[in-house]
């Protein structure tokens, strides 16, 4: 009998985050209560096959460009210091900053905070993200292999399905 | 006026040191050039680029500001947590040289903008500068060295 049957909460939705180069990889449950739409259309978006590259105004985090700059609205919006593991979208409109940041007029993003004392931000300040995963295991290998990028350089990056509900 | 040379990777810049504005942090750089050691890109100030120094100073606070401008060659004491994330977060720094290559960038700490001291100018190569450091942003960093000309 599934929890749901049993009146239990439903277990969270959950991706993979992997960077294969480095070995690395994370389970994060998807915040579907919090971020319905968010999640919903990143998990018709998965598997993803992506280049990460580690910020450079946020703090601790990396982030990854979704090709076709995809739209969401802001849902369950975090603007200000968050915490080890969080997974976010980010939505750059076109002309937002000075030039095109990235080689992108308009920018779609999935950031992931690695570490304390991040608050993502760019030439502006801070800004607002969707918060729609947590991570729940995994972070600390995760968090070698990110905090590596800023030496070495972008990797790939693969958030994939965990588990169909 | 002393000018110094800046290899970053690929490409290298020449800058020239402010001993007017700056004399006693540029005589206490010259003293300690030749440098070479890792570049590192910024993950928290924008388009900086920066190298550790082997030594914690002291410098005078000389020549300070919070408005960095493109092409300034700056030293100051960058929170370690922004080099070393799993060290303690305890008030650690490193004492850093650096420069920003576009601008929209600004040396910031835990708490807001640091002061850094601007200890020179570059004025030849700036644009291989900001053509070389996204490129290693990507490809990853190499070496950064700094030498008096």
């Known amino acids: 009998m599934s929890d749901q049957a049993q009146g239990l909460p439903a277990s969270p939705r959950r991706i993979r985050i992997s960077l294969p180069g480095s070995g690395a990889a994370a389970v994060a449950d998807l915040l579907d209560d919090d971020c319905p739409d968010t999640c919903s259309a990143l998990w018709d978006l998965l598997p993803l096959r992506l280049k990460a590259t580690h910020d450079i105004w946020s703090g601790h985090l990396i982030r990854s460009h979704l090709e076709g700059d995809t739209y969401l609205e802001p849902e369950n919006v975090l603007t200000y210091i968050p915490v080890p593991g969080d997974v976010f979208y980010y939505y750059r409109p076109a002309r937002y900053y000075r030039g095109s940041p990235y080689g992108r007029l308009e920018s779609a993003e999935i950031g992931i905070v690695y570490d304390h004392d991040t608050r993502p931000q760019g030439p502006r300040g801070p800004e607002a993200v969707n918060l729609f995963a947590e991570i729940s295991s995994g972070l600390e290998e995760l968090r070698t292999a990110c905090e590596a990028m800023i030496y070495e350089g972008q990797k790939e990056l693969i958030i994939e399905r965990m588990d169909d509900p | ?149």
């Open chain 2, 1 to 149: 006026m002393t000018r110094v040379r800046i290899a970053l990777g690929e490409v290298e810049a020449f800058a020239e040191l402010d001993e007017v504005a700056a004399p006693r942090t540029t005589a206490w750089l010259r003293e300690l050039l030749p440098i070479r050691n890792r570049a590192i890109h910024s993950m928290e100030n924008g388009r900086e680029v920066y190298a550790l120094l082997d030594t914690q100073g002291p410098i005078p606070e000389e020549n300070q500001t919070i408005y960095q401008c493109v092409g300034d060659l700056f030293v100051y004491h960058k929170p370690a947590i922004f080099v070393e994330p799993a060290w303690p977060r305890h008030m650690r720094t490193f004492l850093v040289i650096g420069f920003i290559y576009e601008r929209d960038s600004a040396i910031r700490g835990m708490s807001g903008p640091l002061a850094t001291n601007i200890v020179g100018r570059i004025t030849q190569g700036m644009d291989a500068l900001a053509h070389e450091a996204p490129r290693m942003r990507k490809e990853g960093f190499g070496e950064i060295a700094i030498s008096v000309v």
